[in-house]
């Protein structure tokens, strides 16, 4: 079945750690992009990538960094840097151009 | 600052009745719409895309755009319980650059009651 597989579904972090949220495809899709939601909020821009080896800040970068060594994986890792990281965080992916955008199940992040 | 404006809600409708969504953008340069369907603790889903001005119809969705008043609206036909979620609106831009990128509205939560 083609998708997109995000790990873990839940994860705690502790002061002064750094986590890393794993985000797999294998739509072949082109591009790919990381958000954050709060609850009761909309969706806010992580950070995005169009091309392997090549990603853009999105809205809210401070405190996030990304990696895409592999057009099948886009990993977001919160820093310590990342002072309120409690969130539900969304990965997506698209074709390239105007296509829609196609999201994974989620990783629920909390601070313990 | 490209923006995406949903009709705040929550909107409440009976089963069987007409619900629709509205969601207004600034972008003139803005070439593709979108509507998700967000149910509560999980993941947006892709219920509708259109391109061009006009009616585009899918089974009780009925997606509605006007580009020249900058407007897309959603409407569900024969609602149902479980068509009870919140609606994310999403337009997509033409820049180059970011070409691709989708700016989301802040979604209209809907109920459709028994």
């Known amino acids: 079945d083609g998708g997109i597989t995000q790990s873990p579904k839940y994860l705690f972090r502790k002061e002064g750690q750094n986590v890393t949220l794993s985000c797999e495809q294998n739509?072949?899709?082109?591009?790919m992009y990381w958000y954050r939601q709060d609850p009761g909020q909309g969706l806010r821009l992580i950070y995005y990538?169009?091309?392997?080896?090549?990603?853009q800040k999105g809205d809210i970068a401070e405190g996030y960094s990304v990696s895409r060594e592999k057009k099948e994986s886009f990993p977001l890792t919160v820093t310590s840097a990342q002072k309120n990281p409690t969130a539900f965080y969304l990965c997506?992916?698209?074709?390239?151009?105007?296509?829609?955008?196609?999201f994974g199940d989620g990783t629920r992040l909390s601070i313990l | 600052q490209k923006e995406v404006e949903q009709n705040s809600g929550p909107l409440s409708v009976p089963e069987g009745a007409i619900a629709s969504l509205n969601c207004t953008y600034s972008?003139?340069?803005?070439?593709?719409f979108f509507w998700y369907r967000q149910y509560s603790g999980k993941s947006p889903e892709l219920i509708m895309s259109?391109?061009?001005?006009g009616d585009k119809e899918d089974g009780r969705f009925t997606a509605q755009l006007n580009k020249a008043s900058q407007y897309v609206s959603l409407l569900i036909r024969d609602s149902q319980p479980s068509d009870s979620a919140t609606y994310l609106c999403?337009?997509?831009?033409?820049?180059?650059?970011?070409?691709?990128?989708?700016?989301f509205g802040r979604g209209t939560q809907l109920t459709v009651w028994p």
């Open positions: 997506a992916s698209s074709m390239q151009g105007y296509q829609p955008q196609h």
């Open positions: 739509l072949n899709h082109d591009a």
């Open positions: 990538s169009q091309i392997v080896n090549d990603f």
């Open positions: 972008d003139r340069g803005s070439q593709s």
């Open positions: 259109i391109y061009s001005n």
């Open positions: 999403a337009v997509n831009n033409d820049r180059g650059s970011t070409l691709g990128r989708l700016y």
